[in-house]
Nanobody, 121 residues
Framework: QVRLVESGGGLVQAGGSLRLSCEAS?????????MGWYRQVPGKQRDLVAA???????NYADSVKGRFTISRDNAKNTVYLQMNSLKPEDTAVYYC??????????????WGQGTQVNVSS
């Protein structure tokens, strides 16, 4: 019912910036509660980077606090991740996540296709 499309990844040098975007589309009979960004490197689990609740609260991984900012435009069903002062250890595939509620099935998580972020030294 929900499709997430990510954009904005790429290759940058350490200290540079990127802005990731994720637009959600789907049925009108759903409510998107939480949205967030996760990242994953080969051989490791997918970890939370930043999350934004429908109530406006945010949460960040300790490794990105002070450098990354999550924001959302509910009218556009879009979530953003502003990434500043990038480090080589930020290199990963970044995935958008949306937690959606529908009366027919309750809560369900949806994922984007992922966008590659490479930070060189």
């Amino acid at each position: 019912q929900v499709r997430l499309v990510e954009s904005g990844g790429g290759l940058v040098q350490a200290g540079g910036s990127l802005r990731l975007s994720c637009e959600a589309s789907g049925s009108s009979f759903i409510r998107i509660n939480d949205m967030g960004w996760y990242r994953q490197v080969p051989g490791k689990q997918r970890d939370l980077v930043a999350a934004s609740s429908s109530g406006g609260s945010t949460n960040y991984a300790d490794s990105v606090k002070g450098r990354f900012t999550i924001s959302r435009d509910n009218a556009k069903n879009t979530v953003y991740l502003q990434m500043n002062s990038l480090k080589p250890e930020d290199t990963a595939v970044y995935y958008c996540n949306a937690r959606v509620f529908a009366l027919s099935y309750g809560l369900r998580d949806y994922w984007g296709q992922g966008t590659q972020v490479n930070v060189s030294s």
